[in-house]
């Protein structure tokens, strides 16, 4: 198809082909292709880990992971997949890693405490008390739901594209959101500003019983 | 009264992931239990809040040391194995002479943010289409240089095709239930001004002529779609991205634009059950089978 006058063909050369040109030797194309995809892995991997220096080493790892890789590339799965793919593994290595050293949760717990105990929802424009509370909730669940929810949920991949990304089954997806999103409902909902008014929010205490929920009872006024 | 559902029955139930006799015994529940069908939507909710919460942007600095590591290792490459240096090979779409060194990441920068200015430059915007009917009236065509750009709304040089329309037609989505009509601003929207450039471009085409035509039939929408050319792209893959992006809620805004500098849709949609808007910014290879989302915000309806 002919490109559109001031088009430049170069400048959006497919993802396979730049990866092609980086198996045959040429040294600009990887980086290219980092360039291209870079916020959307970097987002994965800073959700997934909640620390600057740690997604960034892990991008780093994957990418020179991927650099090296790229002749094994069998062009079973899209390049962007692919890609996330060796990010969210470097991600869960460390978290594996991380979780096989003494946690140091202390600061998630405190945080999630406070905002569990209403005293966040005085402040409900504050941006980044919402993020923080996300991002502390999300620590806390475990890796496999962690990285299906920051995949779907977050940053609104298709389950088919997750289970890609994971090397699951979509159902596996399906399961690890639907039991992360349940674990997460008590933690967070007092963040929900759109829907049930902070008032009458009485169904959070509903989360984690099945017996029927005591009217207003938890929100100080 | 049948037993309230567990929230992990109910997260389960609403992934379809319960059998067929279970999720009709919590559909049953839920047509008669309110707390049940609260806690549903507050489910909902937590969806909706992990979707709204930002991911801080790449701090430069780290984003440059990875694409030194990169160049390192590629330099690496070519000193242990000289034999795959570029030129030596054929390499695919690299026949003739080398090419500039354009693709570098610096270069690759320097390139965008000249992208950039000439869009500022010259982006008028166009909120006058060629397919707009008869009943365009000549007010509207007095409104279609919006407040949007620094220029005026001049053809500007990123929409190269002379009458490329500013407002699309009509594409059906979602199994041709639904349909929406793309706008091509030429907006270069940017990360930090993001939310005031989407919340001007809502008012924009808020004020811009609808298209009265019918949507395109189905059949006639999908019988030659390789050909559908607007904003100066091809869009075929559209409508399957934004049956992708939003497969609920109606669709606010639809602009094939830019992200800084570089090819980007603005999708922009209001949530059944959401105050907020959802403003995603998705990349040229956005469709039915891929978000390629290169941003998410959550703006204030109103």
């Not at chain 1, 198809?1 to 559109?4: G, I, K, R, S, V």
């Not at chain 1, 899209?78 to 997949?81: E, F, L, P, R, S």
């Not at chain 2, 242990?80 to 030596?88: S, V």
């Given at each position: 198809?002919?490109?559109?006058p001031?088009?430049r063909?170069?400048?959006r050369?497919?993802?396979?082909?730049?990866?092609?040109?980086?198996?045959?030797?040429?040294?600009?194309?990887?980086g290219q292709?980092?360039?291209?995809?870079?916020d959307?892995l970097w987002?994965?991997?800073?959700?997934t880990?909640?620390?600057?220096?740690?997604?960034?080493?892990?991008?780093?790892d994957?990418?020179i992971?991927?650099?090296?890789?790229?002749?094994?590339?069998?062009?079973?799965s899209?390049?962007?997949?692919w890609l996330?793919?060796?990010?969210v593994?470097?991600c869960?290595?460390?978290?594996?890693?991380?979780?096989?050293?003494?946690?140091?949760?202390?600061s998630?717990?405190?945080?999630l405490?406070?905002?569990?105990?209403?005293r966040?929802?005085?402040?409900p424009?504050?941006?980044?008390?919402?993020?923080?509370?996300?991002?502390?909730?999300?620590?806390?669940?475990?890796?496999?739901?962690r990285?299906?929810l920051?995949?779907?949920d977050?940053?609104g991949?298709s389950?088919?594209?997750?289970?890609?990304i994971?090397?699951?089954?979509?159902g596996?997806v399906?399961?690890?959101?639907?039991?992360?999103r349940?674990?997460?409902?008590?933690?967070?909902?007092?963040?929900?500003?759109g829907?049930?008014?902070a008032?009458?929010?009485?169904?959070?205490s509903?989360?984690t019983?099945?017996?029927?929920a005591?009217?207003?009872?938890d929100?100080?006024? | 009264?049948?037993?309230?559902?567990?929230?992990?029955?109910l997260?389960?139930?609403?992934?379809?992931e319960?059998?067929q006799?279970?999720?009709?015994?919590?559909?049953a529940?839920?047509s008669?239990?309110?707390r049940?069908?609260?806690?549903?939507a507050?489910?909902?909710?937590?969806?909706?809040?992990?979707?709204?919460?930002?991911?801080?942007a790449?701090?430069?600095?780290?984003?440059?040391?990875?694409?030194?590591?990169l160049?390192a290792?590629?330099?690496?490459?070519v000193a242990?194995?000289?034999?795959?240096?570029?030129?030596?090979?054929d390499?695919?779409?690299?026949?003739?002479?080398p090419r500039r060194?354009?693709?570098?990441?610096v270069?690759?920068?320097?390139?965008?943010?000249?992208?950039?200015?000439?869009?500022?430059?010259?982006?008028?915007?166009?909120?006058?289409?060629?397919n707009t009917?008869?009943t365009?009236?000549?007010?509207?065509?007095?409104?279609?240089?919006?407040?949007?750009?620094?220029?005026?709304?001049?053809?500007?040089a990123n929409?190269p095709?002379t009458?490329v329309p500013a407002?699309?037609?009509q594409l059906?989505?979602?199994?041709?239930?639904a349909?929406?009509a793309?706008v091509?601003?030429g907006?270069?929207?940017?990360?930090?001004?993001?939310?005031?450039?989407v919340?001007?471009a809502?008012l924009?085409?808020?004020?811009?002529?609808?298209?009265?035509?019918a949507?395109?039939a189905h059949?006639?929408a999908?019988?030659?779609?390789d050909?559908r050319?607007?904003g100066?792209?091809?869009?075929?893959?559209l409508?399957?991205c934004?049956g992708?992006?939003?497969?609920?809620?109606?669709?606010?805004?639809?602009?094939?634009?830019?992200?800084q500098g570089?090819?980007?849709?603005?999708i922009?949609?209001a949530?059944?059950?959401?105050?907020?808007?959802q403003?995603?910014v998705v990349g040229p290879?956005?469709?039915?089978?891929s978000g390629d989302?290169?941003?998410?915000?959550s703006?204030p309806?109103?």
């Open positions: 198809m002919a490109q559109p001031g088009e063909a170069e400048e050369p497919p993802d396979a082909e730049l990866l092609a040109r980086h198996v045959a030797g040429d040294p600009d194309a990887f292709l980092f360039l291209r995809h870079r959307r987002a994965v991997a800073i959700r880990l909640a620390d600057q220096e740690e997604a960034a080493d892990a991008v780093q994957a990418m992971s991927a650099f090296r890789r790229a002749g094994s590339f069998r062009g079973d899209a390049v962007t997949t996330h793919r060796i990010v593994n470097a869960l290595d460390r978290l594996r890693r991380k979780a096989a050293r003494p946690a140091a949760g202390g998630d717990e405190a945080a405490d406070r905002a569990a105990a209403g966040t929802v005085s402040d424009s504050s941006r980044s008390d919402t993020s923080l509370d996300v991002t502390a909730a999300l620590r806390r669940l475990p890796h496999g739901q990285s299906a920051v995949l779907v977050m940053l991949y389950v088919a594209d997750a289970a890609g994971l090397g699951i089954s979509p596996t399906k399961s690890r959101c639907a039991r992360g349940a674990r997460l409902l008590p933690w967070l909902a007092h963040l929900r500003q829907g049930v008014p008032g009458q929010a009485r169904n959070r509903a989360a019983d099945v017996l029927p005591q009217e207003g009872g929100n100080p006024s | 009264m049948t037993r309230h559902v567990s929230t992990a029955a997260a389960r139930f609403r992934e379809g319960l059998g006799r279970r999720a009709a015994r919590v559909s529940h839920l008669r239990c309110a049940c069908t609260d806690l549903s507050e489910l909902a909710g937590i969806t909706m809040l992990l979707a709204s919460t930002q991911a801080p790449m701090p430069e600095r780290l984003a440059t040391r990875i694409q030194d590591t160049a290792e590629a330099a690496r490459r242990l194995d000289p034999g795959t240096e570029p030129g030596r090979r390499l695919p779409g690299r026949a003739g002479p060194r354009l693709s570098s990441p270069a690759v920068r320097a390139l965008a943010a000249a992208g950039a200015v000439a869009v500022l430059a010259g982006g008028g915007y166009l909120a006058f289409s060629q009917p008869s365009a009236s000549g007010s509207a065509a007095s409104r279609r240089a919006g407040p949007l750009s620094g220029a005026g709304g001049q053809h500007a929409q095709a009458g407002a699309g037609p059906l989505y979602g199994h041709g239930k349909s929406f793309p091509a601003s907006i270069n929207y940017r990360p930090a001004t993001l939310t005031q450039q919340t001007a809502l924009s085409a808020q004020t811009m002529p609808r298209p009265t035509t949507p395109l059949s006639a999908s019988a030659s779609p050909v050319q607007f100066g792209r091809t869009v075929r893959a409508p399957g934004v992708r992006i939003a497969p609920r809620g109606r669709v606010l805004l639809v602009d094939v634009a830019r992200y570089r090819q980007a849709t603005v922009v949609v949530p059944p059950s959401a105050a907020a808007r403003v995603w290879a956005c469709s039915a089978s989302v290169l941003a998410h915000r703006i309806g109103g």
